[in-house]
């Protein structure tokens, strides 16, 4: 596939079934570097990362890389990591702080705003060189709420509002279970590389099917976690085989849609009266004394938590944490996960949930080791070149409308949230760059 007219790529995706050429052919991934990561709105990072003027983050948007940053006027700014003399990476880290961004090769020194400011032996420059024209490239779109920054590498689009809009809900869910109303993303991250295609690990952040089977070690045949008791003699955690009651089978669990790949699970109660715990009464008392008892009650009822926002996000609301999902070739994906610091909560409580990512989201952990393990298989299998489908029709037909949610429901056990992500895919590849 290598010109990607838009009647070839329509023939790849079915009403319940997928080519796996789109997870297997290098020329196809080509064309989503091109046409989904050089134009879709991409998640790039949190505010609360570059808290100070001169802090930095770097990353990469598809295959091109960016440097968030905070400007001296308080503004975070997402510029093109590519000096504009000969080329070279200006930000080698992946972190840092800074008051000039200075490339390696020739001494070229950026403000944080991207504006060059330095040339070294400025009089080999011509006659009408000016600095001007040679500030470092921007993100031509940039759009936050609440902290979470993204850009669009391309000027044309949807706009923000338009593409994260319905979205919003699910990072209010979040954000406001913080007593002071903010997240913090400092608290390090896990970050794995596996031999697998970038949508295998998207198509699995809303999948309820998976759970009990995937995660056998982990839950029970209910998709309940088992309890976990900390501090055996080595410090480990143990899994008990004590089954902690959580409201709502497995089965029950819905999953809702609301255009542009989007989509979201329903969940739990945070406030079952069995999580209870000195650290979890204590976060309690001080969400209570900051919004009231109702408006906590609502809280710790979140409605549209782990969230998927199409392409290269989720925001998971039962072990809290931001997943950034970045495709490197077309069998290669990298995966970040940032524990979240609730602003304002007791130190107790968010070490808890920090500790509890650990267990299941670091790269020894109990739980997405094993979706990553599907993943590769799932990329050795499809090497198959005698079955060419992927089936996706669990609830094909079965959807339905949510009003109160504006969303298009469906049990979390079907297959209409892959659908969904499918329908966006085509949405961009069909359009030539
Ligand atoms: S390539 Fe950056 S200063 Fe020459
Ligand atoms: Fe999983």
């Known amino acids: 596939m290598r010109n990607g007219h838009a009647d070839q790529i329509a023939r790849l995706i079915e009403p319940g079934r997928v080519h796996r050429s789109v997870y297997t052919d290098p020329d196809l991934f080509e064309l989503e570097l091109e046409r989904i990561f050089s134009r879709a709105w991409l998640f790039v990072g949190h505010a609360s990362q570059v808290p100070e003027p001169g802090d930095y983050i770097t990353t990469e948007l598809g295959r091109q890389p960016v440097i968030m940053c905070r400007h001296r006027d308080g503004s975070v700014q997402v510029l093109l990591n590519r000096c504009t003399h000969r080329g ?3 930000v080698n880290e992946r972190k840092g702080h800074a008051s000039r961004l200075v ?10 705003d991207g504006r060059l400011v330095t040339v070294p032996v400025p009089e080999g420059c011509g006659e009408g060189f000016d600095k001007e ?3 470092l490239a921007r993100a031509p779109r940039v759009g936050e709420y609440r ?3 993204f850009a669009s590498l391309a000027a ?6 338009d593409h994260i809009g319905p979205m919003k809900g699910n990072i209010d869910d979040l954000v406001d279970r913080a007593p002071d109303g903010e997240l913090a993303l400092d608290a390090g991250m896990h970050r794995y590389v596996y031999n697998g295609n970038w949508k295998l690990q998207l198509e699995n952040v809303l999948d309820s099917y998976h759970v009990p089977f995937g995660h056998a070690s982990t839950v029970n045949k209910d998709g309940v976690q088992f309890a976990r008791r900390e501090g055996d003699s080595k410090g480990a955690a143990v899994i008990e085989t004590k089954k902690k009651e959580t409201a709502g089978s497995w089965r029950d669990r819905k999953s809702f849609i609301v255009g542009n790949g989007h989509g979201w699970t329903s969940n739990t109660t945070l406030d079952d009266g069995k999580r209870s715990s000195p650290a979890f009464d204590a976060y309690k008392r001080v969400l209570v004394d900051k919004v009231g008892a109702e408006r906590a009650n609502e809280i710790l009822t979140p409605r549209l938590h782990n969230s998927l926002i199409y392409p290269n996000m989720s925001i998971m609301g039962l072990n809290i944490h931001v997943r ?5 070739a077309v069998d290669r994906t990298e995966v970040t996960i940032y524990p979240i610091r609730l602003c304002g909560a007791p130190d107790a409580m968010n070490f808890g949930n920090i500790r509890l990512l650990n267990v299941t989201h670091s790269a020894a952990s109990f739980v997405q080791t094993d979706d990553l393990e599907s993943f590769v298989r799932a990329q050795k299998g499809l090497q198959s070149s005698l079955t060419d489908w992927v089936d996706i029709s669990r609830g094909l037909g079965d959807e339905e409308p949510d009003r109160d949610l504006n969303a298009t429901r469906g049990l979390a056990t ?3 949230v892959v659908r969904a992500q499918y329908k966006a895919w085509l949405g961009y590849m069909r359009e030539a760059a």
Not at 156 to 161: A, H, I, L, Q
């Open 88 to 90: 070279a990476k200006v």
């Open 147 to 149: 902290g979470f920054v």
């Open 156 to 161: 044309g689009g949807p706009s923000f509002e």
């Open 324 to 328: 950034v999902i970045k495709p490197i």
């Open 133 to 135: 024209a040679f500030g």
């Open 103 to 112: 490339c390696c090769y020739h001494g070229w020194a950026y403000d944080t």
């Open 414 to 416: 079907h297959e209409m």
